[in-house]
C-alpha cells in the first residue's frame, strides 16, 4: 500500500496493518499463508503459460491443410494465409488477431 493511500485510510479512521496484524496470526501461521499465496500465484502464471488451440503452433488447426494458397493479409506479411480460425491471416497473424478481440471482449464484460 502507498504513503498517500495510507494517509488517507487513516484519516478515515481505518486501520492499517498488515494481514497478520489483522487477523493477529503468530509468526508461523503468518508463514504459512505467505506460501500458500505464493503457491496460487505459481499456479496462476503456469495456466496464462498454457497455449489456446489458436496460439499453439503445433495445433491441428495451424496445420498446412488449410492453407489456401494465398499469402498473408497483413501488411507486407509474406507468410502462408491460412489457419482453421481464418483463410486471411498467416498463423503469427491470427495469434495477435484473435488476442486483439479478446483484448477488447475483455474489456467490454
Ligand atoms: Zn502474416
Redesign the pocket.
Known amino acids: 500500500m502507498d504513503n498517500e493511500k495510507k494517509k488517507r485510510l487513516k484519516k478515515k479512521e481505518w486501520k492499517v496493518g498488515s494481514v497478520s496484524e489483522f487477523l493477529n496470526l503468530t509468526k508461523e501461521e503468518e508463514e504459512v499463508i505467505e506460501k500458500r499465496l505464493d503457491n496460487q500465484q505459481d499456479e496462476t502464471e503456469k495456466t496464462d503459460v498454457k497455449l489456446e488451440a489458436f496460439e499453439d503452433p503445433n495445433h491441428k488447426g495451424n496445420s498446412s491443410e488449410y492453407h489456401t494458397g494465398k499469402t ?1 493479409i ?1 501488411g507486407e ?1 509474406e ?1 502462408p ?1 491460412g489457419t482453421h480460425w481464418s483463410p486471411h ?2 498463423f ?2 491470427n495469434v495477435e488477431r484473435i488476442r486483439r478481440i479478446d483484448s477488447k471482449l475483455k474489456f467490454f464484460i
Open positions: 498473408c497483413e506479411c507468410n494465409a491471416w498467416c503469427k497473424h
